[in-house]
């Protein structure tokens, strides 16, 4: 089974990066590793996806460490926009269970 | 990336009645999801539903419960039969496009509110 632990809230102040972590002790080698952004009322929205090391886009960047057992979500900058719950998610294409988390709801604050 | 939508968008019913809930997506796809999400909590993956095969489901689901229809790539339909106010829930589905360049992705659909007097 491909759970995942996430913090479960987190505040943060317009303009400052945040940095959500996330641990998959059970990740299997073919997974990736893939975060979504959910505001109310709206299903999950794609942010970043990776395998290993760092990857980065337009909205964020993740870092994995070698062994893969954790993530790390990086939000720069955050604006009062970015305020919405944040999952991580593991194994879906390898036939492995998955599920989603309890996930991060970051709230930014002026 | 994917369009998705779902009717209904919201349904206020009856306990006992069934409610069957729509997905329809802008371009063919083999897996597809159907999720429940209760206020405040995380997604609940209720089954696999991918097209030719039967729907599988998970441990707390069973298909008299929740029967899956999956006609073909681009629909799918979930029936909450014999509904009770503890059905009262957002229900999403999602897919994964083929040869998509991030492996993985899921597409969610606007979710259909679903509360049940």
């Known amino acids: 089974l491909a759970k995942t632990t996430q913090p479960i809230s987190m505040d943060s102040y317009e303009g400052q990066e945040v940095n959500i972590t996330c641990s998959h002790n059970?990740?299997?080698?073919?997974?990736?590793i893939t975060w979504y952004q959910q505001f109310p009322s709206q299903g999950p929205r794609f942010i970043i996806q990776g395998y290993k090391t760092k990857v980065t886009n337009e909205v964020a960047s993740l870092f994995i460490p070698a062994d893969r057992k954790s993530s790390t979500l990086s939000l720069p900058r955050v604006s009062l926009s970015d305020t919405a719950v944040y999952y991580c998610l593991v194994g879906l294409n390898t036939g492995n269970q998955f599920y989603f988390g309890t996930g991060t709801s970051l709230t930014v604050i002026p | 990336s994917a369009v998705i939508s779902q009717k209904p968008s919201r349904d206020i019913c009856q306990r006992g009645t069934s409610l069957t809930i729509q997905c329809q997506v802008d371009?063919?796809?083999?897996?597809m999801f159907w999720y429940r999400q209760q206020p405040g909590q995380s997604l609940t993956l209720i089954a696999t539903a991918n097209q030719g095969s039967e729907a599988t489901y998970e441990s707390g689901f069973v298909i008299d419960k929740f029967p899956i229809s999956r006609p073909n790539l681009t629909f799918s339909t979930l029936t909450v039969s014999n509904m009770s106010p503890e059905d009262s829930s957002i229900y999403l589905c999602?897919?994964?496009?083929?040869?998509?360049?991030?492996?993985?992705?899921?597409?969610f659909g606007p979710g259909t509110r679903l509360t049940v007097l």
């Open positions: 059970n990740i299997a080698t073919n997974d990736y």
């Open positions: 371009s063919q796809v083999t897996m």
């Open positions: 999602s897919v994964v496009l083929p040869h998509e360049r991030v492996p993985d992705t899921q597409y």
